[in-house]
């Protein structure tokens, strides 16, 4: 089921969906808009919203403009807010969940969001070998955005690359794997299968 | 028996340290020549009050005047039965707040301790005012939550109670609500209105008189002595009176601005409050509406309406929204609010409505419009837009309440109107956007009261009927008569079960305390009243206008009568009166005028002023002796003269401080105005209203205006108040001293 796509402001039904099926989502409903999670933020100058407003979106049924905010990835885990929450909603699961339904229903792409395409690369290294490998997330990320960005990405960061290489921060060799990567696949396939069959619910 | 004062000077507390006691035995024995001088290491102790009492017993003293610590202290342990006792503060006032073994200190403490000897010489016994039959009977005005409550308790207390109810049926507001904002935990479900069975407790019980489609024509008399006169023509005698007439909705007719009127679905929540006690809530169209919006503040908090929170409004449509809700939980419910405000544990039950999904808008809602349905406009402050919210198809808007402290069905009367005074109004003059409402709302009054200024009670901002939300509650500014519930600030019904016991209590206590000729709050159980000297007076009504509780009435010859059991004690009256024909058996302008000639003065080449403090006893007396707990130094140079209230300042007091040879005066009392701090509500007003006409007065006598000044002074003042006196001791020492002084 994908999440409903309000026609008017103040249109309940995707936040009644976000209550529903995002991680977190009950507790949202207590969120009373105190702003303490924005106050908190420490990387809230680089966000398009606040959480505090995003939440305010959500209730307002502004789906698009909630979906494509760079709000949902640029959150970095502290908790900081979490902690702060006089409602104890988790802000943080929240905001996880909320940019895995943007790339489910096709909203990261919209954005070409940065930090969407870099989480996809850590989740295709997680996935094929069991462990981040500097290296390639890094390469992966770079030319997701063109071969001409990835060049010039990768010029830039070079002195950095090989300071790491230096001091043994980044290998040149194969990439690590796990010890049967097979299961992992195995793993992560029945995780997706489980979750196809559930919807969001699973 | 002939009056016989002993002076008895403690040692204790480093007063035989900083004091030069033998000098001030010399004092009580040259000056006074007083029969009985007695001194004490700890005249506190058990051997000091058995001094003192075994002098009594034997009927060598009478009249002990204890020079120790503060009268506001040790006052269990310097009480003896049927004696009065006079205390001078040459602890507090003396050796704390001067420095020990100073000359200019024991001038002080000796000038103390002559001010009380004085006292004691025109300190009478006060014999109380206890004639005829005095009614227990309480009269409830108002047969809502508040009346019901208010007669239950005082029946529950010993009370016979006469209910008065306008309408046929008791019950008030809230009768046929059937779920109420929830006032025991958790807090979060609404509950069964509590009304009926209070209705049907009241109406079983005997002690209970019911008066339905009744109203007071008159109301005479004095507490415990009122008469009372219903509509019905029957009269009664009653003790007390509780005011409960509770409020109506603010009229939504004039909220055209937020669509009342435009369609049959934007209700008021009264209205909706009906139609969910019917157990079913549509729309015009007969449908169970699917998107509901309330607007709270609908003309609240709003100058161009009511200018005030009516505080329940918030809670109220929290209940009605988590009732629409549950009834179908696909409703979409919003909440309109600018600032959501949940007294008492209504916090927890916001909560629940966001639990119940109701959605909240921070935001004025600008506009309604009635199109293909209904669309609100909304100024959303959280999202930073403007937001048009619809189509909906019911608009709610959340009235406040308007307090019934004037029967709005009656005529106004043409009389009395114009003798409440407007003295009371906590909105500063200076913010002219706030317009308040009318001192008198429309309608006729409710208690019709007798009385020498009007028919009315006297009302506080925005027409309810009280004195001080925070420091007298339920008292109006008329002695017996107390209010409760919405009529004296809006609340709830929890609330008003509260507030209602609250003025069961104080109008057991003046039924009491009334029969005993005693005074209630602030002076309680004072035995003392005015009395008038009629042969002096020349009818100016200067007393009947100016006290502060319509306590004296008038003649038909223009003379002034008091009704003692009205009184409060505060001696405006006397303050008030320009020939000084007022006078209490223990209080009066002789007393304290002879107090102030009492004090040495030095004559000018000795370089030492004397400036009179007279302190308000309520606040800047007690905030003088905290000053010297704190050990805060000041001028030695002052005198200070307690007094009831500034009220009590007769202008002879200054005249005789002056011509005497005092170097200036300082008026120390309570802030008077609109937002006063005055324990008799206007007595420091009418202290610096005369004040301000006495500068003519000084002129003609070559004396410099600026000799007389008023300080205001709260309970809080202990650091502030002595680097004032220092200050003014400054000033009058560059005036130069009184040319008046050694005549």
């Known amino acids: 089921m994908t999440a409903p796509t309000p026609s008017r402001t103040y249109d309940l039904s995707f936040a009644r969906y976000v209550y529903d099926h995002i991680d977190?989502?009950?507790?949202?409903?207590?969120?009373?808009?105190?702003?303490?999670?924005?106050?908190?933020?420490?990387?809230?100058?680089?966000?398009?919203?606040?959480?505090?407003?995003?939440?305010?979106?959500?209730?307002?049924?502004?789906?698009?403009?909630?979906?494509?905010?760079?709000?949902?990835?640029?959150?970095?885990?502290?908790?900081?807010?979490?902690?702060?929450?006089?409602?104890?909603?988790?802000?943080?699961?929240?905001?996880?969940?909320?940019?895995?339904?943007?790339?489910?229903?096709?909203?990261?792409?919209?954005?070409?969001?940065?930090?969407?395409?870099?989480?996809?690369?850590?989740?295709?290294?997680?996935?094929?070998?069991?462990?981040?490998?500097?290296?390639?997330?890094?390469?992966r990320y770079y030319f997701s955005s063109g071969l001409g960005e990835g060049i010039k990405k990768g010029m830039a960061n070079q002195a950095i690359a090989l300071a790491m290489v230096k001091t043994k921060r980044m290998h040149l060799g194969m990439p690590h794997k796990v010890k049967g990567v097979g299961e992992l696949k195995a793993i992560v396939a029945k995780a997706a299968e489980i979750q196809a069959r559930h919807g969001k619910e699973g | 028996m002939d009056k016989k004062t002993g002076a008895y000077l403690c040692q204790g507390c480093g007063l035989g340290d900083a004091l030069d006691i033998a000098a001030l035995e010399k004092v009580a024995k040259a000056e006074f020549k007083l029969p009985v001088i007695k001194t004490h290491a700890c005249l506190c102790g058990d051997e000091g009050v058995a001094l003192i009492k075994a002098d009594l017993e034997a009927g060598a003293v009478t009249l002990p005047v204890i020079g120790a610590c503060s009268p506001r202290v040790m006052t269990d342990r310097f009480q003896f039965p049927n004696a009065q006792v006079l205390r001078a503060n040459l602890r507090e006032q003396v050796i704390w707040s001067h420095p020990a073994g100073d000359e200019d200190t024991q001038m002080l403490a000796e000038d103390?301790?002559?001010?009380?000897?004085?006292?004691?010489?025109?300190?009478?016994?006060?014999?109380?005012?206890?004639?005829?039959?005095?009614?227990?009977?309480?009269?409830?005005?108002?047969?809502?939550?508040?009346?019901?409550?208010?007669?239950?308790?005082?029946?529950?207390?010993?009370?016979?109670?006469?209910?008065?109810?306008?309408?046929?049926?008791?019950?008030?507001?809230?009768?046929?609500?059937?779920?109420?904002?929830?006032?025991?935990?958790?807090?979060?479900?609404?509950?069964?209105?509590?009304?009926?069975?209070?209705?049907?407790k009241v109406e079983a019980n005997k002690a209970i008189r019911v008066a339905r489609n009744a109203t007071v024509t008159k109301t005479a008399g004095m507490p415990g002595k009122f008469q009372i006169e219903l509509s019905d023509g029957s009269t009664h005698l009653v003790g007390a009176i509780?005011?409960?007439?509770?409020?109506?909705?603010?009229?939504a007719t004039k909220l055209g601005h937020l669509g009342?009127?435009?369609?049959?679905?934007?209700?008021?929540?009264?209205?909706?409050?009906?139609?969910?006690?019917?157990?079913?809530?549509?729309?015009?169209?007969?449908?169970?509406?699917?998107t509901v919006a309330f607007i709270q503040c609908a003309g609240s908090r709003d100058p161009a309406h009511l200018p005030y929170c009516s505080s329940v409004c918030c809670s109220v449509s929290l209940k009605q929204a988590i009732q629409l809700a549950k009834a179908d939980p696909q409703t979409m419910v919003y909440i309109v609010y600018e600032e959501m405000r949940t007294p008492g544990q209504a916090e927890e039950f916001y909560r629940a409505a966001q639990d119940a999904g109701v959605i909240f808008m921070k935001g004025k809602a600008n506009k309604v419009a009635n199109g293909a349905g209904l669309t609100v406009t909304v100024a959303d402050e959280l999202l930073g837009q403007e937001v048009p919210l619809g189509p909906l198809d019911l608009v709610?808007?959340?009235?406040?309440?308007?307090?019934?402290?004037?029967?709005?069905?009656?005529?106004?009367?043409?009389?009395?109107?114009?003798?409440?005074?407007?003295?009371?109004?906590?909105?500063?003059?200076?913010?002219?956007?706030?317009?308040?409402?009318?001192?008198?709302?429309?309608?006729?009054?409710?208690?019709?009261?007798?009385?020498?200024?009007?028919?009315?009670?006297?009302?506080l901002a925005d027409g309810f009927a009280d004195s001080h939300?925070?420091?007298?509650?339920?008292?109006?500014?008329?002695?017996?008569?107390?209010?409760?519930?919405?009529?004296?600030?809006?609340?709830?019904?929890?609330?008003?079960?509260?507030?209602?016991?609250?003025?069961?209590?104080?109008?057991?206590?003046?039924?009491?305390?009334?029969?005993?000729?005693?005074?209630?709050?602030?002076?309680?159980?004072?035995?003392?009243?005015?009395?008038?000297?009629?042969?002096?007076?020349?009818?100016?009504?200067?007393?009947?206008?100016?006290?502060?509780?319509?306590?004296?009435?008038?003649?038909?010859?223009?003379?002034?009568?008091?009704?003692?059991?009205?009184?409060?004690?505060?001696?405006?009256?006397?303050?008030?009166?320009?020939?000084?024909?007022?006078?209490?058996?223990?209080?009066?302008?002789?007393?304290?005028?002879?107090?102030?000639?009492?004090?040495?003065?030095?004559?000018?080449?000795?370089?030492?002023?004397?400036i009179l403090v007279i302190a308000c006893e309520n606040d800047a007396y007690p905030a003088l002796d905290m000053a010297g707990i704190a050990r805060h130094q000041y001028s030695a140079f002052v005198r200070i003269l307690p007094v009831r209230c500034l009220g009590s300042m007769n202008l002879l007091l200054i005249n005789d401080a002056l011509s005497g040879?005092?170097?200036?005066?300082?008026?120390?009392?309570?802030?008077?105005?609109?937002?006063?701090q005055c324990h008799f509500v206007k007595g420091s007003a009418m202290a610096k209203e005369r004040l301000s006409k006495i500068a003519?007065?000084?002129?003609?006598?070559?004396?410099?205006?600026?000799?007389?000044?008023?300080?205001?002074?709260?309970?809080?003042?202990?650091?502030?108040?002595?680097?004032?006196?220092?200050?003014?001791?400054?000033?009058?020492?560059?005036?130069?001293?009184?040319?008046?002084?050694?005549?």
């Open chain 2, 696 to 743: 003519e007065t000084l002129k003609s006598m070559q004396l410099e205006p600026e000799r007389v000044t008023m300080v205001e002074a709260s309970i809080a003042d202990s650091a502030r108040l002595p680097k004032v006196i220092d200050e003014l001791v400054a000033t009058f020492d560059t005036i130069g001293p009184n040319p008046f002084k050694g005549l």
């Open chain 2, 112 to 200: 103390m301790l002559r001010m009380a000897f004085t006292q004691a010489t025109k300190l009478n016994a006060p014999t109380p005012w206890k004639e005829g039959e005095f009614a227990t009977t309480l009269l409830v005005v108002g047969g809502g939550y508040a009346g019901l409550t208010a007669a239950n308790e005082a029946v529950k207390a010993g009370h016979d109670v006469l209910l008065v109810e306008k309408s046929a049926q008791l019950g008030g507001s809230a009768r046929g609500w059937t779920k109420v904002v929830p006032s025991d935990p958790p807090y979060r479900e609404p509950q069964d209105n509590p009304l009926p069975a209070l209705v049907a």
């Open chain 2, 661 to 676: 040879g005092y170097d200036g005066v300082v008026l120390m009392g309570c802030k008077p105005g609109d937002d006063y």
């Open chain 2, 396 to 459: 709610v808007l959340a009235t406040g309440m308007v307090p019934n402290s004037t029967d709005v069905d009656a005529p106004a009367q043409e009389y009395g109107a114009e003798l409440l005074n407007p003295d009371i109004n906590p909105y500063p003059a200076a913010d002219e956007s706030y317009k308040p409402a009318p001192i008198v709302p429309t309608g006729g009054p409710i208690l019709n009261l007798q009385y020498r200024q009007g028919p009315h009670l006297p009302m």
């Open chain 2, 469 to 610: 939300y925070i420091c007298f509650p339920y008292e109006t500014r008329r002695t017996g008569i107390y209010a409760c519930g919405p009529v004296r600030r809006p609340m709830d019904m929890a609330e008003t079960a509260d507030d209602a016991r609250g003025a069961v209590l104080k109008a057991i206590q003046v039924i009491a305390n009334a029969a005993e000729g005693a005074s209630v709050h602030p002076r309680v159980g004072d035995l003392s009243y005015p009395k008038i000297g009629l042969s002096a007076c020349t009818k100016c009504r200067r007393c009947t206008v100016e006290c502060p509780f319509g306590a004296i009435d008038e003649t038909e010859q223009d003379y002034p009568v008091v009704n003692p059991t009205r009184c409060r004690r505060c001696g405006t009256c006397m303050g008030a009166c320009p020939v000084r024909t007022i006078a209490f058996d223990n209080y009066s302008v002789d007393m304290l005028s002879s107090m102030v000639k009492a004090v040495n003065i030095p004559d000018e080449f000795d370089e030492k002023p004397r």
């Open chain 2, 260 to 290: 009342y009127g435009a369609s049959p679905d934007v209700i008021t929540n009264v209205e909706l409050e009906i139609k969910l006690a019917s157990g079913k809530v549509t729309t015009k169209n007969g449908q169970a509406p699917k």
């Open chain 2, 242 to 251: 509780v005011l409960a007439t509770g409020s109506r909705p603010y009229d």
């Open chain 1, 24 to 139: 977190g989502g009950q507790r949202l409903k207590l969120c009373m808009q105190c702003g303490a999670c924005s106050g908190s933020c420490p990387i809230g100058t680089q966000m398009d919203h606040g959480p505090r407003k995003l939440f305010m979106m959500i209730r307002a049924g502004m789906k698009e403009a909630v979906l494509t905010s760079n709000t949902i990835w640029n959150c970095v885990s502290c908790y900081n807010c979490v902690v702060r929450c006089p409602r104890q909603v988790p802000i943080t699961y929240i905001l996880h969940d909320l940019s895995a339904l943007a790339i489910e229903e096709g909203y990261a792409e919209a954005k070409k969001a940065d930090n969407a395409r870099f989480a996809k690369a850590f989740w295709w290294s997680a996935t094929v070998f069991g462990r981040t490998d500097e290296r390639l997330v890094t390469a």
